[in-house]
């Protein structure tokens, strides 16, 4: 078999059928198989698909179980070429996985590809390629100078070698996943592509970006306006950090965490912020303090 696309789902039932319905018709052609794992949704959503979907297996969870934990349960189940992480609020493009596909096979040294991610303008999202965090990177994206950390240098129309790729789409192979390891559990969501992307580079594999594009309704799989997903978000980026750069000295490993809390603070604030704003003016539309990823 030549691909296994798994997506883990979360009270998004109405994205989750759009994008299903984009996978099977980007499939044709491909010998392949559909993992859909739910993390214990309240809204019906394997009932609802299930039926609509025969085609896709359904692996139904007791519990939220996180995004890692959730995809590595298929993935345990996958005995394709390669796997395919794609998040539920996307819609794929026809070609996108077929030539995804014929990309790995031709370039064995590639572990893994990400893709162009549009916005719901049709604009290309930063974080369709980006750089491992690095105590430098970190800092520089922590006071704002994202340059760096987005690859901003690489054409959007060309190929080109990158160092993360986003959980919303990433490719991978499973004889590289085989060597370095399925994704860390440790990560509850958010963080665990950084780390995948970064324990392939380490095994000596490739990762690269194509200009194939996806669409990716950003935010809407999770509530970005809630207190716990600051906690989650900010705490992926403290494992992450501990895990590969917890060997560095005090004087540089202290900064940085100060930062990554000083940004978790300052999130909490600006939420907090808005949400007096709604509370004093009801009748008035805001919009959430969104952090980036």
């Known amino acids: 078999?030549?691909?296994?696309?798994?997506?883990?789902?979360?009270?998004?039932?109405?994205?989750?059928?759009?994008?299903?319905?984009?996978?099977?018709?980007?499939?044709?052609?491909?010998?392949?198989?559909?993992?859909?794992?739910?993390?214990?949704?309240?809204d019906d959503s394997v009932a609802y698909l299930e039926p609509r979907f025969p085609n896709v297996h359904f692996i139904a969870n007791k519990e939220n179980m996180g995004f890692a934990r959730a995809n590595n349960l298929a993935i345990r189940q996958s005995q394709?070429?390669?796997?395919?992480?794609?998040?539920?609020?996307t819609v794929v493009y026809e070609n996108t996985l077929r030539e995804s596909v014929a990309f790995m096979d031709s370039h064995p040294e590639a572990g893994g590809v990400g893709v162009r991610m549009l916005t719901r303008e049709g604009e290309?999202?930063?974080?369709?390629?980006?750089?491992?965090?690095?105590?430098?990177?970190?800092?520089?994206?922590?006071?704002?100078?994202?340059?760096?950390y987005y690859m901003s240098d690489l054409p959007w129309d060309q190929p080109?070698?990158?160092?993360?790729?986003?959980?919303?789409?990433?490719?991978?192979r499973h004889k590289?996943?085989?060597?370095?390891?399925?994704?860390?559990?440790?990560?509850?969501?958010?963080?665990?592509?950084?780390?995948?992307?970064?324990?392939?580079?380490?095994g000596g594999w490739q990762n690269w970006y194509l200009p194939l594009d996806?669409?990716?309704?950003?935010?809407?799989?999770?509530?970005?306006?809630?207190?716990?997903?600051v906690h989650v978000f900010y705490q992926a980026m403290l494992i992450f950090f501990r895990k590969h750069y917890g060997h560095l000295s005090i004087l540089?490993?202290?900064?940085?965490?100060?930062?990554?809390?000083?940004?978790?603070?300052?999130?909490?604030?600006?939420?907090?912020?808005d949400r007096l704003r709604a509370f004093l003016n009801p009748n008035k539309n805001r919009d959430y303090y969104d952090s980036e990823s």
């Open 1 to 42: 078999m030549k691909l296994s696309v798994v997506i883990v789902n979360y009270n998004v039932r109405l994205l989750l059928e759009a994008c299903l319905k984009s996978v099977e018709k980007a499939m044709t052609g491909i010998e392949g198989e559909i993992f859909v794992v739910d993390n214990h949704s309240s």
């Open 252 to 273: 540089l490993s202290l900064p940085i965490q100060m930062a990554i809390y000083f940004r978790a603070f300052m999130a909490l604030v600006y939420m907090l912020g």
């Open 176 to 202: 590289a996943l085989d060597q370095i390891g399925l994704l860390d559990e440790d990560f509850f969501m958010y963080g665990e592509d950084i780390d995948l992307s970064y324990r392939l580079l380490k």
């Open 124 to 148: 290309p999202a930063p974080e369709s390629r980006r750089a491992v965090p690095t105590p430098w990177i970190a800092f520089l994206k922590m006071i704002g100078m994202s340059k760096k």
């Open 160 to 172: 080109g070698r990158i160092e993360v790729i986003s959980g919303a789409y990433c490719m991978l």
């Open 80 to 89: 394709a070429d390669y796997v395919l992480l794609l998040n539920p609020d």
């Open 214 to 229: 996806i669409i990716h309704y950003k935010g809407e799989s999770t509530q970005k306006s809630s207190f716990r997903y």
